[in-house]
């Protein structure tokens, strides 16, 4: 269950906003939760310590502790709940990007916000989906649980896969690479070669004429031409959509 927070000072925006927000997770149908309302936002940071809302949509002009201060404290606590600043300020939505919100909502006329909430609430959706946690059967260290968010690629090595994650750990188990693409078709992998499987998330760029997939931390991986075709067509599907 998703457990959303709204925290605004002006308690008849907040009311009027918690029924947008109902509205839209109703209409994409993709989640059960709940939402609370806050018009103080120190009493929210006091309920997120103790236990951290998924996601949160945060007024910046407030009293008692700013958005922005509310924002940096509340990640300090979990660094996996969504933040989504709504404001009129709409000039603040570049300062905003220091603490890297899922993204910035400009209070306006119903018809904007509902428009705004509908991109937001997809876009959340395609973020939750990859902090799907799974559980490996470790060959050296046994269960261990990850994020598939924090899987940079996976590589097959024989009869084993490694997959390589963000904080340069490795993780080995017994399976096979195109079992392993099957089941996280649908999560943002895609086959760059008859040993990988990366993380689009990830991709800073692919070199066609070099066959070459560029990571993000620096790192390089060879596309084989069989499907050199199909990683730019989805790359390039993914930035659009992301």
């Keep these: 269950m998703l457990k959303i927070a709204l925290c605004d000072d002006n308690v008849k925006f907040l009311e009027h906003m918690n029924n947008l927000v109902r509205d839209e997770f109703n209409l994409q149908k993709k989640d059960i939760f709940i939402i609370n309302n806050y018009s103080s936002s120190k009493l929210l940071l006091v309920h997120h310590n103790s236990e951290p809302y998924d996601v949160i949509f945060l007024d910046i002009d407030m009293p008692e502790l700013t958005g922005f201060d509310l924002a940096n404290k509340l990640q300090e606590i979990n660094r996996r709940s969504y933040v989504i600043f709504v404001s009129n300020h709409s000039e603040l939505v570049f300062n905003s990007f220091y603490f ?64 390589h994650l963000k904080d340069s750990q490795t993780v080995q188990i017994r399976d096979n690479i195109s079992d392993v693409e099957k ?42 031409r069989n499907y050199k075709s199909m990683v730019d067509e989805k790359l390039t599907e993914y930035l659009r959509n992301n």
């Design 100 to 163: 890297q919100p899922l993204n910035f909502i400009v209070k306006g006329t119903d018809e904007a916000m509902k428009e705004s909430l509908h991109n937001v609430v997809s876009q959340l959706f395609k973020k939750i989906k990859q902090d799907k946690k799974i559980i490996l059967e470790s060959v050296e260290s046994g269960r261990i649980s990850i994020h598939l968010s924090d899987v940079l690629y996976i590589e097959s090595n024989k009869h084993y896969v490694v997959y």
């Design 183 to 224: 089941n996280y078709a649908g999560y943002d992998f895609i086959r760059i070669h008859k040993k990988y499987l990366v993380n689009l998330k990830y991709v800073f760029n692919v070199d066609r004429n070099n066959r070459i997939v560029a990571f993000k931390q620096g790192l390089d991986l060879p596309v084989s």
